[in-house]
């Protein structure tokens, strides 16, 4: 078995594949980690048959979708999956082929609705339904404490003792454990009476992933991070540095329509002599009226230097050819002890 457990903060991700066939299957894939996947994958000489979430992920931004693009892969994710870009959805027990490889679908609902675990020969993907020493929380949407102890004590922990257990999350570094250590060892498996089990579960007090609204927006619709759209927006669009900035304004060299995209308290409070001031939010319904010369050169500045990278793009998509976005905002530009106007 081609086996390479990838980690990135305390996400464990998987490529598992069929040493014969070099067909593979990548297992909760994340979005920092995309290049790495790729890396693995021309360097393995694989095949990426599927790309497999082993539920809907509240914590981290799943990189399935793109991934599954990028690889020509179907995603496969449970049959209750929200995901509207999921390929192929799977019921307990279905078994997905990968070369001479079966990985074999278990529904083990509790952490969430769509929860799955994935055996394949000596080991298990539990997602986020067992994790080593301690089990998913089921207090985020679609959770269930009463539904996990029955993926628990009434599915999954039935696997021969010895089956290796790769799990979604561990955050001390560990990679892998077995379902007869998990027994023995794991606290929460130690209340084995359903009552007790789920009162546990009910009280753990547990602060909300930082990401948590975003993260189920973006792998519940597919929609794009705002990390993405920057970074989309970055790609689009050129930038110029402060100092340039401040060297053209001194030389007062030709054309340039400094776009000053903040609020009008914030432009009031100091601004880049000269600047035109028209916020965010108007930018598409002014722009006629603000800037009738598309073939001008436009510099858009905000505060950080990132709604100004969005406004530029915004403004190349309309036609503006030239429009340009400032390498900082202008918290960085006063920093820099470059000049201001009220
Ligand atoms: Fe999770």
Not at 183 to 204: C, S, W
Not at 253 to 268: M, N, P, Q, T
Not at 299 to 305: K, L, S
Request: proline share 5%; with cysteine.
């Amino acid at each position: 078995m081609i086996f390479e457990q990838i980690a990135a903060g305390g996400c464990q991700s998987y490529l598992v594949g069929c040493e014969t066939t070099r067909a593979a299957v990548l297992i909760d894939p994340e979005q920092s980690r995309i290049e790495h996947y790729r890396m693995l994958v021309n360097q393995l000489g694989v095949h990426i048959r599927y790309v497999v979430d082993t539920h809907t992920h509240a914590d981290h931004f799943s990189a399935s979708r793109g991934l599954g693009k990028a690889l020509q892969a179907p995603v496969v994710m449970h049959r209750l999956s929200p995901a509207p870009f999921a390929d192929l959805r799977l019921d307990d027990g279905d078994m997905l082929i990968v070369g001479e490889l079966r990985l074999k679908a278990m529904h083990t609902p509790g952490h969430t609705r769509d929860s799955l675990c994935l055996v394949a020969e000596d080991r298990v993907f539990t997602g986020d339904t067992l994790l080593i020493g301690g089990t998913g929380r089921t207090d985020l949407p679609t959770g269930d404490p009463h539904a996990l102890y029955e993926s628990l004590f009434e599915k999954l922990l039935k696997l021969p003792p010895e089956t290796l257990v790769f799990p979604a999350h561990d955050y001390k570094g560990r990679s892998h454990s077995t379902i007869g250590i998990e027994i023995a060892d794991n606290p929460r498996l130690q209340k084995v009476e359903r009552t007790a089990f789920v009162d546990m579960m009910q009280h753990l007090d547990l602060a909300a992933p930082t990401h948590l609204t975003e993260a189920l927006r973006t792998n519940m619709s597919g929609g794009r991070t705002v990390a993405q759209m920057l970074a989309e927006a970055a790609r689009e669009v050129p930038f110029m540095s402060l100092a340039e900035l401040n060297d053209r304004i001194g030389r007062n060299s030709g054309a340039l329509v400094i776009l000053d995209v903040r609020e009008k308290d914030a432009y009031d409070k100091g601004h880049i002599a000269g600047a035109v001031h028209l916020p965010r939010g108007q930018l598409e319904l002014r722009t006629n009226s603000v800037l009738p010369d598309p073939t001008v050169k436009i510099i858009t500045c905000c505060e950080f230097g990132k709604i100004s990278t969005l406004a530029a793009a915004t403004l190349r998509d309309l036609g503006y050819m030239r429009a340009t976005a400032l390498d900082g905002g202008m918290k960085a530009w006063s920093e820099a002890g470059y000049p201001l106007e009220q």
